[in-house]
């Protein structure tokens, strides 16, 4: 990395592990079989992924069988709400505004077409779902309900009590989707006494490769292959498997997982740093959602007050080689105001700026940080 460049947007991607690259390296190198050959070079990639989903399986505490290696989250989540309402027989979908688009954008395509009816869970101001309003939902609904909610705000880091709402789509006997991308990899997982039927991953949140995800299943769960072909997945994803991705994101989750309570310690104590920064040396800054309560210890969001020059700020912050963004990271092109601050903080006199951060950053680098921002603002 550019040595002067310093990096606080962790949420849109990680730099990737050296230890991650090393156990990828023969993948992408001597061992280059194809997994569905049967002959020996066939054979040592088709152990390494089995390897590899015995080792998400154990530390998100579920069946290797319940784990499938998909492109990222967005084809997780694809998947996962698209059979929830073509095989699982939901006409009913419940969500939020704040979503990423992956759901978002699905759910929406879902109901121009057709298909399904949509609802939008309230949220409160503090970025936080409203479960009231969602056992309403619950109850009132006359259709089978598919309830897709995340369980970390990739924006503005705000966390659902998943277990909470799972019991609730349990007792309404909803089918419970949970885009987990910000989690997986940053907190504990114990999907065996978890209610919940599909959760995400995606190894380039937590220091692995791009291009790789997963799709939890439960077991009890039985739905037809989004993608058709060569029966790859145990038929459930076709496709010549992303092997050394596959190999790099399990490294990658048992790297973070070993290192989880020093890491996110550290991480937290960055966040807290800065927040107390902010607040001593601009005025009138504030923080949406929930930052010192039920929260990503990764990501916060800014707002500082709007002027001709805080309007610029993420462009020259970039000048100043410091990497932020507005929202996410995940809509490309023009900058577009976030529908997430749109939706729990519409206030047009304010400018967002998101940092996340990873354990490789320091306070040194925050202190630069604020040093710009306050020649900026």
């Known amino acids: 990395m550019d040595a002067r460049r310093i990096y606080f947007d962790n949420a849109a991607t990680t730099p990737l592990d050296p230890q991650v690259l090393e156990v990828m390296m023969p993948f992408l190198t001597e061992k280059f079989g194809n997994p569905s050959s049967i002959y020996s070079y066939g054979r040592e990639c088709r152990m390494a992924i089995e390897q590899a989903r015995k080792t998400v399986a ?6 290797p069988a319940e784990i499938f290696f998909t492109s990222g989250g967005t084809e997780s989540s694809n998947t996962a709400i698209t059979a929830s309402v073509r095989d699982l027989a939901c006409k009913h979908i419940i969500t939020s505004p704040l979503e990423h688009h992956a759901t978002l954008h699905t759910v929406e395509h879902l109901q121009k077409k057709g298909e399904v009816r949509l609802s939008y869970v309230a949220v409160l101001p503090n970025g936080h779902i409203d479960l009231e309003n969602l056992e309403k939902l619950l109850a009132n609904s006359e259709d089978k309900c598919l309830v897709t909610l995340m369980h970390a705000n990739n924006e503005v880091g705000t966390m659902i ?14 089918v419970f989707h949970s885009d987990t991308v910000q989690t ?68 990658a989750l048992e790297l973070a997982t070993e290192n989880h309570e020093k890491d996110s310690a550290y991480i937290k104590g960055l966040k807290i740093y800065m927040m107390d920064q902010l607040k001593k040396n601009i005025r009138g800054v504030s923080f949406n959602g929930d930052p010192l309560g039920r929260s990503l210890y990764t990501v916060l969001s800014v707002s500082f007050p709007k002027t001709e020059k805080s309007e610029m700020i993420l462009f020259n912050l970039d000048i100043h080689h410091i990497c932020a ?13 976030s529908h997430v601050i749109r939706a729990i903080n519409n206030n047009p006199n304010q400018v967002t700026v998101r940092f996340s951060f990873s354990k490789q950053n320091t306070k040194e680098e925050i202190d630069q940080v604020i040093t710009r921002v306050k020649e900026l603002i």
């Open 325 to 337: 963004s507005g929202g996410s990271a995940c809509t490309s092109g023009v900058e577009q105001s």
């Open 184 to 251: 997986v990899g940053h907190f504990p997982f114990d999907l065996r006494h978890t209610p919940v039927h599909f959760i995400t991953g995606a190894g380039h949140k937590f220091h692995g490769p791009k291009g790789i995800g997963i799709l939890y299943i439960n077991e009890n769960v039985k739905i037809h292959p989004y993608l058709h072909g060569g029966g790859q997945e145990r038929n459930m994803r076709a496709g010549t498997e992303n092997v050394y991705g596959i190999v790099g994101f399990a490294k």
């Open 161 to 174: 009590d998943i277990n909470a709402v799972g019991e609730l789509c349990k007792m309404y006997g909803a």
């Open 58 to 63: 154990r530390i998100l505490q579920a069946h």
